[in-house]
């Protein structure tokens, strides 16, 4: 017989009699010595209830109650199958015992000896099936979890990844592809909401020269040191990003030209006491910054690009004007209309 089917019983019955019959049909119904019999309540709590599969017990005992051995059963295991086996014939009493834990309740009349190997067998089968469900739920609940942990570190590559696929490598400033997406979508929302829109392109005078003549370990540092200078000036909402080489683009939704114009000052100076104070460099070294400055109401561009390109434009003028300053894009008049003949 398998090792499933040969049950560990405990049966608590005070009655020689009762205890030996009650005995001899487990053992012939499950083809097994399986049955460990105890007179008293004290001599059940002696034997190591790990070792139980069902427990049987009367429910007058000479030192206690059935009741009594199923707190002290439930106490030691939950999940262990309790039956009281008594000749109470209580409503309230087996209400009583089911309420308390216990999963059968066998009056002693009649044949219910007979009856015994069966409310046995059926317990223990929901016994295992409540086991199995245990088990399963378990495994489940740390699939899940592994699940869980499993997506936790996938969207943590992800989003490392998307970092890594939008920042620029030199100065963890966004890189151009990464500008783009910002241009388009605050360009749309601008136009939707009728927000302004201010776009600031930056080229380092002079950087060429200064990469040839100190290197270019220490033209990345002067590229980064531009960035933090960019990063302090930058609102949550605004972006800074390198657009290319030397040249860097600030975007800063819902900023007029006033606005833009004090940030870009700001940049202006900042920068340039930072290659006093950090670089250590004299202003005849010959490193300024390029600004060009267009807005959405001041420049009146048609697509995102456009709003780029006038800010281009006006870089493009600051550098013809001497360099070292910010030009703000100014749209060309309208032609004026011919004169009425």
Do not use: W
Not at 47 to 58: A, E, N, P, T
Not at 185 to 204: K, Q
């Amino acid at each position: 017989m398998p090792d499933q089917e040969r049950p560990r019983l405990l049966v608590i019955e005070d009655d020689p009699d009762a205890a030996a019959l009650m005995g001899e049909i487990l053992r012939d119904h499950f083809h097994a010595d399986c049955v460990c019999s105890c007179p008293t309540l004290a001599a059940a709590k002696a034997v190591d209830l790990d070792q139980i599969d069902l427990v049987l017990s009367d429910m007058n005992l000479p030192d206690g109650t059935g009741l009594e051995a199923l707190a002290h059963c439930l106490q030691h295991r939950l999940d262990l199958p309790f039956v009281l086996v008594t000749a109470e014939l209580s409503a309230d009493t087996a209400v009583t015992a089911v309420r308390r834990g216990a999963c059968d309740y066998v009056v002693k009349t009649g044949d219910y000896l007979l009856a015994i190997p069966l409310v046995v067998e059926k317990n223990l089968v929901i016994a295992r099936i409540r086991q199995e469900n245990q088990r399963l739920a378990a495994e489940l609940s740390a699939s899940l979890a592994q699940v869980k942990e499993k997506n936790q570190q996938l969207e943590e590559a992800v989003l490392m990844l998307e970092t890594v696929a939008a920042t620029d490598p030199l100065t963890n400033l966004a890189n151009r592809r990464a500008f783009g997406f910002a241009l388009d979508r605050s360009f749309a929302e601008a136009g939707r909401y009728g927000h302004d829109l201010a776009c600031i392109m930056i080229d380092v005078d002079g950087f060429k020269q200064f990469n040839d003549a100190c290197g270019h370990l220490r033209g990345d540092e002067l590229l980064r040191l531009l960035a933090r200078v960019l990063e302090a000036n930058c609102r949550l909402s605004d972006l800074a990003g390198r657009y290319g080489g030397d040249e860097f683009v600030v975007l800063m939704p819902q900023t007029d030209q006033a606005t833009a114009r004090i940030v870009a000052g700001r940049i202006l100076e900042q920068f340039g006491q930072a290659l006093t104070t950090t670089f250590h460099l004299r202003p005849e070294a010959g490193l300024s910054l390029s600004m060009g400055l267009a807005t959405l109401r001041g420049s009146r561009p048609v697509t995102a690009e456009d709003l780029v390109g006038h800010a281009d434009h006006a870089l493009y003028s600051a550098k013809q004007a001497g360099k070292a300053c910010l030009r703000v894009y100014q749209p060309a008049p309208p032609p004026a209309q011919a004169a009425a003949v």
